[in-house]
Nanobody, 118 residues
Framework: QVQLVESGGGLVQAGGSLRLSCVVS????????WGWYRQASGKQRELVAT????????NYLNSVKGRFTISRDNAHNTVYLQMNSLKPEDTAVYYC???????????WGQGAQVTVSS
């Protein structure tokens, strides 16, 4: 049974940084592209960044390009999201899940709350 455990969220001022982690278990981590998603209050969930297996190719939502960096540690089944120059509009609950050609699991972890104050 897959488990997705996000951590690293918090409250920061605009311009600050946070690093999110997601530990994945119960699946073949190296087989998939993984992504970070976010859902702001009253809005739909959106895909923020993805990182493929193998070549570790990354893609980003336009609004976070140059500020966020996704990475993965296959030895520890972990996906990271380094977030710099945070803006109030980045405030959301952040989740990790499969991405790319494989649809995300129906199961979602508890997420990591990121709150950016102006």
């Amino acid at each position: 049974q897959v488990q997705l455990v996000e951590s690293g969220g918090g409250l920061v001022q605009a311009g600050g940084s946070l690093r999110l982690s997601c530990v994945v278990s119960g699946t073949i981590f190296t087989a998939y592209t993984w992504g970070w998603y976010r859902q702001a209050s009253g809005k739909q969930r959106e895909l923020v960044a993805t990182i493929a297996s193998g070549i570790n190719s990354a893609n980003y939502l336009n609004s976070v390009k140059g500020r966020f960096t996704i990475s993965r540690d296959n030895a520890h089944n972990t996906v990271y999201l380094q977030m710099n120059s945070l803006k109030p509009e980045d405030t959301a609950v952040y989740y990790c899940n499969k991405a790319g050609i494989n649809p995300p699991y129906d199961y979602w972890g508890q997420g990591a709350q990121v709150t950016v104050s102006s």
